[in-house]
């Protein structure tokens, strides 16, 4: 494995990370304790140190998993969460980014992954009417002072114009990290994005990185997911139009006897921002597949960890 310091606070984390929205049911499969402490076993024993999950992957579900797994050696880990995109009880969207509401939020959080602090606690894809809130960002300050948080940052919408607008603040609001949607297909990071965060000395976190499965090389046009798999809610045009972009890449970019999904997260590492990029995985086998990738990248990026 290979590490980067995720922004200027120096934060030293794998370049490869573990997402887990999957494990939150959403993605059409349910997961028991069992088979989740089989992945985290497998990121302690390759070297990941670095899991993003959120209050809103099956309402609490993945973090009180991922609290488990981790609870033997929670000092080994960078664990990032969310805030602000649902919260089981609260109806009115509008409640869900009142500072009052995200530090019982918070409470949650810290409840269900069993740890006393957050190493990063992230706004989760709020517009501008939740961003602009300076009471907000008051209160999450205070909970730095007090240790339940150890850096706050800000995981930006896929709307381009909200994020755009956002992500020159996000230094301004104390944040020292950014995570975006950054891929082979959805490189619109690179416009605004990833120039700033390099200018403001913010931390990337890529999400998405493999944009959902589609540059593992695996699907073709008119591919049908299952029942509980949210990509199958996805409009058929943008599915096909996916599907057959991500097979040309791989027969034109992707060189002959390399595996396409370390290809693309490589591909996402090379950019000088991009400290982590944060894979869901399946199951183990996924799991160390994806940590090959880290062959792949440069011992020489700006954000490398000696």
Known sequence: MKYRNLSNKNIRVSVIGLGTWQLGGEWGQDYTQDEVDAVVDACR???????????????????????????????????????????????????????????????QSLKNLRTDYIDLYQFHSGGNEYFDNDELWEMLSRQV???????????????????????PKVAGV???????????????????????????????????????????????????????????????????TMASEALRIKDQEVPEGVNMAQWALSWCLAHDAVACVIPGARDTAQLRSNTKAADMVSDTHPLAVG
């Not at 993945?62 to 969460?81: H, M, N, P, Q, Y």
């Not at 002072?145 to 992500?167: F, W, Y």
């Not at 913010?202 to 695996?218: C, E, I």
């Not at 699907?219 to 997911?225: E, K, M, T």
């Open 45 to 107: 024993e390759e070297g990941i140190n670095l899991i993003d999950t959120a209050e809103c992957y099956g309402e609490g579900v993945s973090e009180r998993l991922v609290g488990r797994s981790v609870a033997r050696d929670r000092d080994k880990w960078v664990i990032a969460t969310k805030f602000g995109h649902r919260y089981k009880g609260i109806f009115d969207r509008d409640q869900l980014w009142k500072a009052d509401e995200v530090r019982k939020q918070l409470e």
């Open 145 to 167: 002072e007090a240790g339940k948080i150890r850096h706050i940052g800000v995981s930006l919408t896929s709307n381009k114009a909200i994020r755009d607008s956002q992500v």
């Open 174 to 240: 104390g944040a020292d990290a950014v995570q975006v949607v950054y891929n082979r297909l959805d490189k619109t990071a690179e416009d605004t994005v990833l120039p700033i965060c390099l200018k403001e000395g913010l931390g990337v976190l890529a999400r998405v990185p493999l944009a959902s499965g589609f540059l593992t090389g695996k699907y073709a046009p008119g591919v049908q997911f299952p029942e509980g798999d949210y990509r199958g809610g996805l409009e058929r045009g943008k599915l096909d």
